[in-house]
Every structure is written in C-alpha cells, then in structure tokens.
C-alpha cells in the first residue's frame, strides 16, 4: 500500500498562494492521486485528482513531477474559509478492492 | 450535490444499546464502500472495506461483532455499532469508489455520522 507523508501543518496568510506537498515514494504504476479537504465535523470533499504533469481546476493545481513520487497541491490566493485539513491520497481508482489509507494530512490555517 | 449521503448526521444513545448508520451512494452503484472512523484532531482510519453482497473486510484491530457491516444493495452499506459503549463515541465517515458509469474512479465520502454515547 503506498503511504503518504505531509507536513503536519502550515500557516498562511490570506491572498498567499499555498503549496503543500506530499511524498508517496513506493507509488505504483496506476495510482492515481487525489487530494481532499476537510472542515471539521464534515466527510472530506474532493479537491483535485492526477496521474501525472499538470492538472488544474477551478480550485487548485495539482503538480506531479516525472517519478511521480511525490506531488503538491497549489491553492492560489487562499482565503480564511480555506482553513482546513488537507489530505493525498494515492489509489488505484480501477480497482474495487484497494484499500485507501489516510496519512497524517496537513493542518492548513489562513490568517487575516 | 452530495452523492453520497449518511444518516443519520448525529447521534446520541445509552451505553449498551445499538446504533446503525446508513451510507447511501444517490447517482452511481458501488461495489465497494468504505468506513472510517476519526477521533478529534486525528486523521481517518479505516475500519473496514464493504463489499456488495459479500463479507466485509476489517482491518487489524476493528471487532468485526463490534462493527457490523452490510451491503446489501449496490446503493446501501450499514454499520452498526453493537453494544455501544462511551469509547466507540466518534465520528463515523463512509465512502463509495465509483468505478462505474461516472468513469472517473473518485472516491466520494459521505457526510459524516457523529455518534454518543452516554
């Protein structure tokens, strides 16, 4: 199973863009990796999802070097209510049977 | 929208009765759902993996007599928590793989399930 390590957590301040990266050294060929966020009391809601390069949404970036053994999420111009915990989680999303293991998630707090 | 949905949202019982939680998934079937459960300021740990129509899959550690799970449908997984006592009190979160119709193999989550018990 291919575990992740993130910074526990980071400061911001608002209109900052914020890059939180996240290692997944033993990844495997079709992994995909998806970032969540999470407002406390709420399930995790999707954020961004790649396999490799580039890929962007309305939200965020989602940067992911050649070895793809690591990636980072980049959040342009954050703003308070972007305070939350920021999970990676890397699957097979063809499979039924894989097994998606949280790691730590990184505490991401704006400041005014 | 959600497309998935947990009820119920919150929940307060007696230390020694049962509580069930529903997942549903609204707008896609899936075979395979998940559960989690997370304490304060703590990540998500996975308890088990529910299959349609199969047995669950518990992970190291989760009392599978503690924490039944059902799937009976490919819309609907249940957990229910036997015998609950004051340290199952937690935050229940189900998810759903679509790896059907939707082509996009995310992994929904549900909103989660807030469970007392006094």
């Known amino acids: 199973l291919a575990k992740t390590t993130q910074p526990i957590s980071m400061d911001s301040y608002e209109g900052q863009e914020v890059n939180i990266t996240c290692s997944h050294n033993?990844?495997?060929?079709?992994?995909?990796i998806t970032w969540y966020q999470q407002f406390p009391s709420q399930g995790p809601r999707f954020i961004i999802q790649?396999?490799?390069t580039k890929v962007t949404n309305e939200v965020a970036s989602l940067f992911i070097p050649a070895d793809r053994k690591s990636s980072t999420l980049s959040l342009p111009r954050v703003s308070l209510s972007d305070t939350a915990v920021y999970y990676c989680?890397?699957?097979?999303?063809?499979?039924?049977?894989?097994?998606?293991?949280f790691g730590t998630g990184t505490r991401l707090k704006v400041l005014a | 929208g959600a497309v998935v949905s947990q009820h119920p949202s919150w929940v307060i019982c007696k230390s020694g009765t049962s509580v069930k939680i529903e997942c549903r998934s609204l707008?896609?079937?899936?075979?395979?759902m998940f559960w989690y459960r997370q304490f304060p300021k703590q990540s998500l740990m996975l308890m088990a993996t529910s299959n349609e129509g199969s047995k669950a899959t518990y992970e190291q550690g989760v009392e599978k007599d503690k924490f039944l799970i059902n799937h009976a449908s490919l819309t609907l997984s249940t957990l229910t928590v036997t015998s609950a006592h004051p340290e199952d009190s937690s935050f229940y979160i189900c998810?759903?793989?679509?790896?059907?119709?939707?082509?996009?193999?995310?992994?929904?989550f549900g909103e989660g399930s807030r469970l007392t018990v006094l």
């Open positions: 790649g396999y490799k």
């Open positions: 033993n990844i495997a060929t079709n992994d995909y």
């Open positions: 989680l890397v699957g097979d999303r063809t499979s039924g049977t894989y097994k998606y293991i």
């Open positions: 998810s759903a793989l679509d790896t059907g119709t939707r082509g996009t193999g995310e992994l929904f």
């Open positions: 707008d896609f079937q899936a075979t395979t």
